[in-house]
């Protein structure tokens, strides 16, 4: 899969060590032919109200992902209103180029467009450069959840703080343990914030987490935690939390409802198109519900 990366959330992979995306994707195969600025600009619609992006910009960056089971794709239909939104019956109402036809609107090409639940980043994710000359250069890797971004070109620079949230990406239970994790094959890498009993055999990666790869087979859980609720109103998945010095707490929310005349008139933050996400006081999150999403390649009996 691909997406095209805002600037912003660019330089927080590289210097900060976020692991997260969200939003509009498509199949890199289906897009193989944008092989500039200008062509990506086309291919996934990036002349949204706001958009940081520009046809003549020289190079945009784009995320490369494998499209790995507890990852979320919606087919992206609806329309640029309610009205033609009710017409296609789909759950989108969401700016000009998007037309709701479940197509990014690419004269010439024919290329599905999905929405991706906000998710970590997969193991195996490259960020990728493309210059206006056609050139492209890897700028970085996701190794996995343990080693975050590594790159041969550029310094990334991870987080000062190791902490994953709970709420989004791969959970294992090892050693009666719930740990972080990724799914690799018939591996699984396990990862610590903190430092393990050196019997454990943990390594200390530069990401500053502790990590070790166990068979996939001594794992006897594997999930994502799912938390939904409403806040305002508005359907949102939480994808992270945090103590505050008053002891209340705050979430991270993102919006998953699609309509973005109730966000926008909510001024819910837009990261990037049809993505809305702003934090919280926890309290103020009502009917919440906390689930277990397991792919069926992740279950380990037999």
């Not at 109402?93 to 709701?100: L, N, S, T």
Request: aromatic fraction near 10%.
């Amino acid at each position: 899969m691909q997406k095209a990366v805002t600037p912003a959330m660019s330089a927080a992979y590289l210097d900060g060590g976020y692991d997260r995306l969200a939003g509009f994707v498509v199949r890199a195969e289906d897009v193989a032919w944008a092989t500039t600025p200008a062509d990506l600009f086309e291919a996934h619609g990036l002349g949204f109200p706001g958009s940081p992006f520009t046809a003549d910009a020289p190079h945009v960056d784009v995320l490369r992902f494998p499209a790995t089971p507890q990852l979320r794709f919606e087919n992206a239909t609806g329309g640029p209103d309610q009205k033609t939104r009710e017409l296609t019956g789909g759950p989108f109402v969401d700016r000009p180029p998007f037309q709701g036809t479940g197509f990014v609107l690419a004269p010439g090409h024919l290329v599905p467009l999905y929405w991706l639940v906000h998710s970590r980043v997969p193991a195996g994710s490259e960020l990728v450069r493309i210059a206006a000359d056609g050139t492209s250069t890897l700028l970085a890797r996701y190794v996995d959840v343990g080693f975050a971004w590594v790159s041969d070109v550029v310094t990334v620079t991870p987080s000062p703080n190791p902490r994953i949230s709970r709420l989004v990406g791969p959970m294992a239970k090892w050693e009666n343990t719930y740990l972080s994790a990724d799914v690799l094959g018939d591996d699984v890498v396990v990862v610590a914030e903190v430092e393990p009993p050196a019997a454990y055999g943990f390594e200390r990666t530069p990401a500053g987490r502790f990590r070790r790869v166990v068979p996939k087979a001594e794992t006897t859980e594997l999930f994502e935690m799912d938390m939904s609720g409403r806040w305002n109103g508005l359907e949102v998945r939480v994808v992270d939390q945090w103590p505050t010095p008053d002891g209340a707490g705050v979430s991270r929310v993102s919006y998953t409802g699609h309509n973005a005349d109730l966000a926008e008139g909510l001024q819910l933050p837009k990261v990037d198109a049809a993505v809305y996400e702003v934090t919280v006081p926890t309290d103020h999150l009502v009917e919440v519900v906390t689930t277990q999403l397991v792919p069926a390649s992740w279950t380990t009996s037999g």
